[in-house]
C-alpha cells in the first residue's frame, strides 16, 4: 500500500521560503502516484487544495499560491516537493500531500509569524 510522509516544515518569517517534501513509499504502482496533489489546512479552517502535478509533469495551483510557490515531482526519488516563497501569516497550516486516491500523509506543520 502506497504511503505519503510529508517533511520539511517548520517556523518562518513573512517574506521567507520553505521547501517540503512528500516522499511516497511502501508498495505502490505507478498509476497510484500519476497525480499528486498538496493540501493545507489552517487553524479552524476547512482543508484546502494548494496545488497539483499531473503525470505529464504540468503543475496547476490554486488562485491563493500562484506566482509564490511551485510544487514539482522527481520520478527517480518518488519525492513530491513544494517550493514555497514569498510567504505569509496565512500560509500558516499544515500541509498535507495526496495522490487523488484517498492517501494522505500525516501532514507537516508551516508557521509564518514576525
Known amino acids: 500500500q502506497v504511503q505519503l510522509v510529508e517533511s520539511g516544515g517548520g517556523n518562518v518569517q513573512p517574506g521567507g521560503s520553505l521547501t517540503l517534501s512528500c516522499q511516497v513509499a511502501?508498495?505502490?504502482?505507478?498509476?497510484?502516484?500519476?497525480?499528486m496533489a498538496w493540501y493545507r489546512q489552517a487553524p479552524g479552517k476547512k482543508r484546502e487544495w494548494v496545488a497539483d502535478?499531473?503525470?505529464?509533469?504540468?503543475?496547476r495551483y490554486s488562485a491563493s499560491v500562484k506566482g509564490r510557490f511551485t510544487i514539482s515531482r522527481d520520478t527517480a526519488k518518488n519525492i513530491i516537493g513544494l517550493q514555497m516563497t514569498g510567504l505569509t501569516p496565512e500560509d500558516t497550516g499544515v500541509y498535507y500531500c495526496?495522490?487523488?486516491?484517498?492517501?494522505w500523509g500525516q501532514g507537516t506543520q508551516v508557521t509564518v509569524s514576525p
Open positions: 495526496n495522490n487523488r486516491a484517498g492517501v
Open positions: 511502501g508498495i505502490f504502482k505507478p498509476s497510484d502516484i500519476s497525480d
Open positions: 502535478i499531473l503525470s505529464d509533469g504540468i503543475g
